[in-house]
């Protein structure tokens, strides 16, 4: 059975770092249980993503590599394709800080968005992005 994607689906996700858990304590183990959080749950950031669009996604997966000339050396361009991911579907974020620990707001402009993020985390949020674009007919989202 063939499953319709979303296209109007939005979600939150959390990085791996803010998911991370510590080692159990004994008690944990003993319960069976997983170790806290390294972040609690309340400090943890939250990007607020949308779906990309069968467009979008032909565009940024079209752009990916480029051929100079005829014969030319094929160059990958992953670093645009990063940034173009987050601009389709990068909606905002809750709970960002900086170094002092005061809240980050998420600017109205979408590059200021993406320059305020460090690379691993915008490259996490496109890989989440894309996976959820790709998603199989029969798997859905």
Known sequence: MVIAI???RKWDFITSSDLARKAPTPEQKAADKEGDFVVPPESQTVFHLHMLSPSQLADITDMGMV????????QFRGASQVIATLLAGL???SNL?????DEVPCPEDRMERIALLPEEVRIEIAKELRYNAELTATEGN
């Open 97 to 101: 800080r900086d170094a002092k620990g």
């Open 67 to 74: 051929q100079s000339g005829i014969g030319g050396k094929v």
């Open 91 to 93: 909606a905002g974020w």
């Open 6 to 8: 979303d296209k109007d």
